[in-house]
């Protein structure tokens, strides 16, 4: 799959796309890329279109194209691109969701344009904003890939990131995750931590929602455990949600066939 650009605004995306029909942006953890979505981008339900961009920042966007608003970027920033790219693409309305990271920039389009979603999948992430613990669990890491680097990010991440099964069975994807994290610069790692730790609490967002909502959590995830997700989804009024087993925080890549199946009978009933 050849990556494609798009010329917004104020910056260039790469992003990746497949199929043909009605769209569905799928946005990426941190700290990943676009590349996250493969699985999914290979196995494109009939009838729709996936379309998976990198992050402001990240895949070292910034060495190729100026990046406006890298060292400011908050989540709002981070919606207002999804929304560049949707009319772009001319995309007045679509389904928009997102793992992790992604999942608060989905919260974010949610909050500014919820008109234009048919859908909304939040996978493996949290509505609320980050604790005191939190934000200055961000700021440590902040320091930390700004003194050694991303290699230091990955090292400090990847446990984390994927299960336990998965570290034990998947030592291939283990490898693979880091990889896709090495990609990136420390600046779109440093970025996309300031954004988090500022991210304000989007609770009150979810039961003003009216379109059908997708939640769905790997059954190992220790970043945001299957009780986020149930909290999330008590406060949807139209959810369908899925535990995805053996999988921990990257469900989409630890289990991809059951995540596909999620999200494809999701969308078969939007």
Known sequence: MTPKHAHLLNRTVRYH?????RTCILLHAFPLSADQWLPQLHRVPPGWRFVAPDVRGFRGMGQAYQDVGLDTATMA????????????????????????????????????????LDGLVLADT?????????RAGRAAMIAKVQAEGVAAIADAMVPKLLGATTQRAQ????EAVRTIIL???????????GAMKTRPDSVPVLAGLTC??????????????????????AAL????????????HLSNLEAPLAF???????????
């Open 237 to 248: 009024p139209a959810v369908t949600t899925a535990v995805i087993p053996q999988a921990g």
């Open 183 to 193: 990609r990136n610069t420390p600046e779109a790692v440093a970025s996309a931590l």
């Open 17 to 21: 796309e497949a199929g043909s029909g």
């Open 126 to 134: 949290k509505a609320t904003a980050d604790s005191d613990e939190g």
């Open 260 to 270: 596909n199946q999620a999200l494809t009978e999701f969308l078969s009933r939007i």
């Open 77 to 116: 920033s981070h919606a207002a691109d999804v929304l560049q790219l949707m009319n772009h693409l001319d995309v007045d309305r679509g389904v928009v969701g997102g793992l992790s990271m992604g999942g608060y920039i989905a919260l974010a389009v949610a909050r500014a344009a919820a008109s234009r």
């Open 212 to 233: 059908p909502a997708l939640v769905i959590c790997g059954a190992e995830d220790v970043l945001t455990p299957p009780a986020d997700s149930e909290a999330m989804a």
């Open 171 to 174: 030592p291939d994807l283990v």
